[in-house]
């Protein structure tokens, strides 16, 4: 990642290959028709970079969507913030929080500077009751954390930290070096469940899943 010099360049490596990856999946898993007749079903399975959906002057965040069938809703978001600015101690942080619950932005002090993981949930809370997101994900490339609001927006879970190793392009990379399961298998039952492909059904906040 020597060549990665902002949040831009970050995105820029998701949505080209992992993202288009995991969308490329979804259409199968949808059986959507190649060529014309699929065009329509593709739109929403296709990874979208936004600076409108959270404008903030000289931001250090990006953010990708999915969008929705459902008018005026969006399907998943994930907000990507570069490890330089969110390093490990305050991605956990974050996810040790715990579920936000009824009220619990409101007690954010203000008197001094919110904490990094009160301002990240403050700022998806935002995003996802404005776009009608119930499932979100946090990533900064080498670490993802996944979650879901309930449908009233007053509940949060978030997973646990997963970890997406960056290794050097000649490295000697082991089997037993790589996180099981892998980044992109986790990204793509996220997407999947949030879409519905694959017979996958999970009622965001709740833990019954029917595949």
């Given amino acids: 990642m020597q060549n990665v010099n902002s949040v831009t360049d970050i995105t820029k490596l998701l949505t080209t290959f992992a993202l288009r990856t995991i969308a490329t999946c979804l259409h199968i898993l949808h059986d959507i028709p190649e060529g014309e007749d699929g065009d329509m079903f593709r739109k ?123 290794h050097l392009h000649d490295a000697q990379v082991q089997q037993n070096m790589l996180p099981s399961p892998a980044i992109s298998e986790t990204l793509l039952f996220w997407t999947a469940a949030c879409v519905g492909a694959g017979g996958i059904l999970w009622t965001p906040c709740d833990d019954k899943i029917i595949s």
């Fill in 44 to 166: 929403f399975l296709q990874f979208r970079r936004s600076s409108k959906i959270c404008p903030v002057k000289n931001d250090i965040f990006d953010v990708v969507f999915l969008p929705s069938p459902h008018p005026d809703h969006t399907s998943m978001i994930i907000l990507v913030i570069p490890p330089w600015a969110l390093n490990n101690k305050d991605f956990i942080s974050f996810i040790d929080t715990g579920a936000a619950t009824p009220g619990s932005l409101d007690e954010i002090p203000t008197a001094k500077p919110a904490s990094a993981s009160a301002v990240m949930w403050a700022l998806l809370w935002d995003m996802c009751s404005k776009q009608k997101c119930q499932y979100f994900a946090v990533t900064t490339y080498e670490s993802w954390a996944f979650g879901n609001f309930s449908s009233n927006m007053q509940i949060a879970c978030i997973s646990d930290l997963f970890r997406a190793p960056v």
